[in-house]
């Protein structure tokens, strides 16, 4: 086994979800030669990035990043901080030779995220963008019966990413864990953080997108700022719908906001070809809803495939437990681990790369550039 140091930065909500992928992927993936070792951890706030440190295990810690990326006993740089830190942390990190996981969106705007780009591939680093949900089980396997050509010529793709955290107007902006509401923060609001995802897998299911129309909302207009004690403007999109063309001529139809009651993290797809239609929704994740025309007419309709088969037919299952038996979102991290690992030692790109992670930004540019002129955008 070879060990791969990780350097985590940002201990918050993904630091957890991303280490837990470092500490398990061995013992599920024994085919890897590749051990990550929990090096450093790195976070501004010393006393919790320590109390994180024991928790999980990292080696040390660090309170300014640049320490962290000038170490020379970490080999892969994990970037899980808010977004507007993304890019200066990637670029410095690609000139120091490291390897780089970066938490999605991938920046703050597609300048940033070009420069990434150039900083990266100037430096040959291997790398990746955490768009998790790509490694749900049942989403893998719509990729794979959409690369079989099951679905024939598509027509429509739909995917919602539906949220009601920030309907209370009382909830303040800006500081730990509010900085989602900043848009200096954040860069965008719903449009950045989970429309993202949204656009991300129908990019990899579908193709690339053409073109967009959109509009955005803003629902609540002032709220108290963490930082500076008084009420600000809301900078950020609160919701966003918009309507595209995929260059395989099929239409998509997206909608985010955190303003849908009664839903917490609900991301659901769906797409109609002419031969057959695939349906997901994240609160059921095993499943993938499948109709297929060519079934015999008096038994065509709606299959619900439980993905959970361990002959080796259904994606990354066979790692786990038994046939029939559950896993679910923290697995994703896993598997990104896994395939990341492989890729240093097959030498294949690992996807999403940062250049996929550019394609989305350029994607969520063009949303929030519609919206704002209310007019169609190119890509
Ligand atoms: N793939 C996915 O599904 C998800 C992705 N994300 C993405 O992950 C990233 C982080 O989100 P999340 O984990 O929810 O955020 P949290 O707010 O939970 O955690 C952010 C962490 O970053 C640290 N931090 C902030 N600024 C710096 C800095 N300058 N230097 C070092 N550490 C810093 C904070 O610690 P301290 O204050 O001590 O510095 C904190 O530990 C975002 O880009 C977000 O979009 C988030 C959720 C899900
Ligand atoms: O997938 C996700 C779920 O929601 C989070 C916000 O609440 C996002 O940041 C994240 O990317």
Redesign the pocket.
Known sequence: MKPLNIGL???????RTHTNGYKRVNDFFPELKHRPILKAV????EE??KEFADQWQYESTES??RDLIARDDIDAVDI????N??AEIAIAAAKAGKMILC???LALNPAEGEKMVEAIEKAGVANTV????RRVPAVTMAKQLIDEGRLGRVFHYRANFLQDWTINEDLPQGG??L?RLDAAAAGSGVTG?LLA?CIDTAIWLNGSIKDVTAMTETFVKERMHNETGKKEPVTIDDACAFLCHFQNGSLGLFESTRYARGHKALYTFEINGENASIRWDLHDLHRLEYFDHNDEGKLRGWRSIHISDHDGSQPYMDKWWVPGLNIGYEHTFVHQVADFIKSIETGETMRPSFRDALETQRVCDAVLKSAASHTWKNV
């Open positions: 930065i940002g201990y918050g909500f993904m630091g790195c976070g501004r706030n919790k990035v300014d990043w899980c901080t808010p977004n830190s993304h938490e999605k969106p955490w768009y998790n949900y730990a864990a900085w953080d995802h």
